[in-house]
């Protein structure tokens, strides 16, 4: 299995354009999970699906953000317009099953807004 | 979910035992154990979990002790590959209401 992948690696754009970030994660798992990681904030928790339904977005910085899995092998998170405080490493995770915590990581997507 | 408290830092000798370890005093009975590590520019990576015994498998060790407050992980011969922030987390099983979150974890050095 290629494991969960995120495109693109690596991310550059301007202050106020749409970015989207996408996700396909390992075939069977039935969770997804987006996350983003900051020096200053660490490792944050953005949104969480369950079988392609939004469980809680409660982590979801404001309205820019929007999250999407349309079906079982993808899903994208989108930020439009895009900010410079939205720099950051963004990786999606996929687990299989609700009785456990073992969570699979993608290499993540570097996002530097200019 | 329980809260845990690791130290910020740690380092260790190429080829020794690397112990790092957690405390999680107000953990409940359902609670389980997760070990995961981030490895630089990589995402986390799951290690190991465990509930009430110890654990083992190819990554490490998991020691947890009998009152479960605190743990230890071990990686019984630390190569300069083990450098990297480790994550404890306690966690309920199956809990769809809360999610998985990390806090600061403890970045091992594993020193030539």
């Known amino acids: 299995d290629a494991g969960v992948i995120q495109s693109p690696r690596h991310e550059v754009t301007e202050m106020g354009q749409e970015v989207t970030l996408r996700c396909k994660p390992i075939?069977?798992?039935?969770?997804l999970f987006w996350y983003r990681q900051t020096m200053m904030r660490g490792l944050e928790l953005l949104i969480y699906?369950?079988?392609?339904?939004?469980?809680?977005d409660s982590g979801m910085p404001e309205d820019r953000f929007s999250a999407k899995m349309p079906n079982a092998s993808f899903s994208t998170l989108k930020i439009q317009p895009s900010e410079p405080r939205d720099s950051a490493v963004y990786f999606c995770?996929?687990?299989?099953?609700?009785?456990?915590?073992?969570?699979?990581f993608g290499s993540g997507t570097q996002l530097s807004v200019l | 979910d329980a809260k845990t408290t690791q130290p910020t830092s740690m380092d260790c000798a190429e080829g020794r035992a690397a112990n790092l370890p957690c405390n999680h005093s107000t953990i409940s009975g359902n609670e389980y154990v997760y070990w995961y590590r981030q490895i630089h520019s990589q995402g986390p990576q799951y290690i190991i979990h465990?509930?009430?015994n110890n654990e083992t498998n190819e990554m490490a060790s998991l020691i947890i002790t009998e009152d479960r407050k605190s743990s230890t992980l071990i990686l019984p011969h630390a190569t300069l590959r083990d450098t990297a922030v480790y994550y404890c987390?306690?966690?309920?099983?199956?809990?769809?209401?809360?999610?998985?979150?990390f806090g600061g974890g403890t970045r091992l050095m594993v020193k030539p």
């Open positions: 987390i306690v966690r309920v099983e199956g809990n769809a209401g809360n999610m998985l979150t």
């Open positions: 075939s069977g798992h039935n969770s």
């Open positions: 699906f369950n079988n392609n339904v939004p469980i809680d």
């Open positions: 465990g509930l009430k």
């Open positions: 995770a996929s687990k299989q099953g609700s009785y456990n915590e073992k969570l699979f």
